[in-house]
């Protein structure tokens, strides 16, 4: 193996390190705020019937609107079905609201992948990533990220959209232009790989300020 090569793997292997680190420690704390809002359930319901007992109606309309805040936080959090998936989408949608970006995620993973979680959280780590380095460019009224994944019979589905300030982009060989240096080209790379390696499909489209990549991975 060429030095070249081992520089490659080690960049890889760092990569993947702190994909893990980072996403497992975001859905670790989503399930650590769900077992706490459940573990106050009972005294949320005692204090509810002391109030009733009183005929405070005001107070019990007053702390169900709180409560209802409070679980709804808990319900924007994306749950696939697939631990990892749920742990990068997650962080990366809290990255996204951060920087004013509207996600929109329709996501179901109802089966045990084949695929390792490794290369799962690479691809949709590089999608998500890109996304949001495209819509950084745009007005934040305009800034939109569209997931859609799912099981197409035996295939694992993939979808993300987003919206661009470039228009229609250049593309070169089998990737799109990028103004983003190598690093970022070392990803998409990386991703395609990836995907070849599994017998997988991928397709980018560049199309009136949309750009749309969709990835099919077997399973079977």
């Known amino acids: 193996m060429s030095l070249f090569s081992k520089q490659i793997d080690k960049r890889i292997a760092a990569y993947q390190r702190e994909l893990i680190e980072t996403h497992y420690q975001e859905v670790e704390n ?3 705020q769900i077992r706490g809002w459940r573990h106050d359930y009972r005294n949320h319901i005692q204090t509810m019937k002391v109030l009733a007992a009183n005929g405070d109606l005001d107070s019990i309309k007053s702390y169900l609107d ?3 805040t409070d679980l ?3 319900d924007t959090v994306v749950k696939t079905g697939n631990s990892m998936a749920d742990a990068i989408l997650n962080s990366k949608i809290s990255l996204a609201k951060s920087k004013n970006i509207m996600v929109h995620v329709d996501a179901h993973i109802p089966v045990k992948l084949k695929m390792s979680e490794l290369d799962l959280c690479c691809i949709i780590g ?4 890109n996304a949001i380095d495209a819509s950084l460019s745009l007005p934040e009224e305009e800034r939109l990220i569209r997931v859609y994944m799912d099981m197409k019979n035996t295939q694992l589905y993939i979808s993300f ?3 661009t300030a470039t228009g229609k982009m250049e593309k ?3 990737l799109f232009r990028t103004t983003k240096g190598d690093g970022h080209g070392f990803g998409l790379v990386r991703m395609d790989n990836i995907v070849e390696r599994l017998d997988g499909y991928l397709s980018r489209n560049s199309e009136d300020g949309a750009f749309t990549t969709e990835i099919l991975i077997p399973q079977v």
């Open 66 to 68: 709180e409560l209802d």
């Open 72 to 74: 709804s936080t808990v």
């Open 172 to 174: 070169v060989g089998k």
């Open 161 to 163: 959209t987003n919206f």
């Open 126 to 129: 590089n999608l998500f990533d």
């Open 30 to 32: 989503m399930y650590r």
